[in-house]
C-alpha cells in the first residue's frame, strides 16, 4: 500500500498567487483529513470529507480557503489568493471510518507552504 | 470542549535512558479515543497507539509503553531505553466517538535522545 500521497512536497509561491494542494487518500478509506501545522497553532483541522461530502469544514480560516473531493481517490485544497500566513505545513490524512466507528487516521508526508 | 495538554515542550535525555511524555485531555463526552502520533525530523506523522476511554488497560509494546488513568484524565507514555531515533516530536490526540475522526491535538513534546 502507498499510503496517502500529497503533491508537491514543497510549494514556494509569491502572495496573491493562488495555490493547490492534491492529496490521494488509502485505496479503500472513505474519510480524509486536511490538517495544517505552524509552530504558532500547533496541528488544527481545516476541514474533513467523509463518502466524498465535506462533513465539517469549521476549521477553514476563511475565504480564501476552499477544498473539493471530486471521487474517493482525489481531493485538493486551494488557496487563493495566498498571503505569508498562510505559510505552513498541510498534511493530508485518510481512515477507514465507518459511521459510529473510529480508528486511526494515516498522514500523508505533507506540503510544505511558503509565501514570499 | 475537548483540549489536550502536553505540557512538556522539550526533553532531552541521553541514550538508555527511560523517559515519560506527559499527556493530559479534557472532554466531558464519556466515549473517546486517544492516539500517540510521532513526527521524526523528516516530517511525516506516524500513528503509535489508540486507545478507546473504556479500556484502562496499559499497553506494551516493545520499548513502548502507554498509561491510560481516567482518574486523572491522562495518557502518558514512556520509552524504556530510549535511543537515538526515538529523537522526534510526539503529539497526543484526542477525538469523540461522533466526530467523525477529527482529532484535537496537543502542541506536542519535542524528544531529543543524545548519544
Known amino acids: 500500500d502507498a499510503g496517502v500521497i500529497q503533491s508537491p512536497r514543497h510549494e514556494v509561491t509569491e502572495m496573491g498567487q493562488e495555490v493547490t494542494l492534491r492529496c490521494k487518500p488509502i485505496s479503500g478509506h472513505n474519510s480524509l483529513f486536511w490538517y495544517r501545522q505552524t509552530m504558532m497553532r500547533g496541528l488544527e483541522l481545516l476541514i474533513y470529507f467523509n463518502n466524498n461530502v465535506p462533513i465539517d469544514d469549521s476549521g477553514m480560516p476563511e475565504d480564501r480557503f476552499s477544498a473539493k473531493m471530486p471521487n474517493a481517490s482525489f481531493s485538493t485544497l486551494k488557496i487563493q489568493p495566498s498571503e505569508p500566513r498562510d505559510s505552513a505545513v498541510y498534511f493530508c490524512?485518510?481512515?477507514?471510518?465507518?459511521?459510529?466507528?473510529?480508528?486511526?487516521?494515516?498522514f500523508g508526508q505533507g506540503t510544505r507552504l511558503t509565501v514570499v | 470542549a475537548q483540549k489536550v495538554t502536553q505540557a512538556q515542550t522539550e526533553i532531552s535525555v541521553v541514550e538508555k535512558e527511560d523517559v515519560t511524555l506527559d499527556c493530559v485531555y479534557e472532554?466531558?463526552?464519556?466515549?473517546?479515543?486517544l492516539f500517540w502520533y510521532k513526527q521524526p525530523p523528516s516530517g511525516e506523522l506516524v500513528f503509535l497507539i489508540r486507545?478507546?476511554?473504556?479500556?484502562?488497560q496499559n499497553e506494551i509494546s516493545g520499548r513502548y509503553s502507554w498509561n491510560f488513568q481516567k482518574s486523572t484524565s491522562s495518557f502518558n507514555f514512556t520509552i524504556t531505553a530510549s535511543q537515538v531515533v526515538d529523537s522526534a516530536v510526539y503529539f497526543c490526540?484526542?477525538?469523540?466517538?461522533?466526530?467523525?475522526?477529527?482529532?484535537?491535538f496537543g502542541q506536542g513534546t519535542e524528544l531529543s535522545v543524545k548519544p
Open positions: 486507545r478507546n476511554s473504556f479500556d484502562e
Open positions: 472532554t466531558r463526552d464519556t466515549t473517546y479515543y
Open positions: 490526540a484526542l477525538t469523540l466517538w461522533n466526530q467523525g475522526g477529527k482529532l484535537i
Open positions: 490524512a485518510s481512515s477507514p471510518l465507518a459511521t459510529g466507528e473510529n480508528t486511526e487516521a494515516f
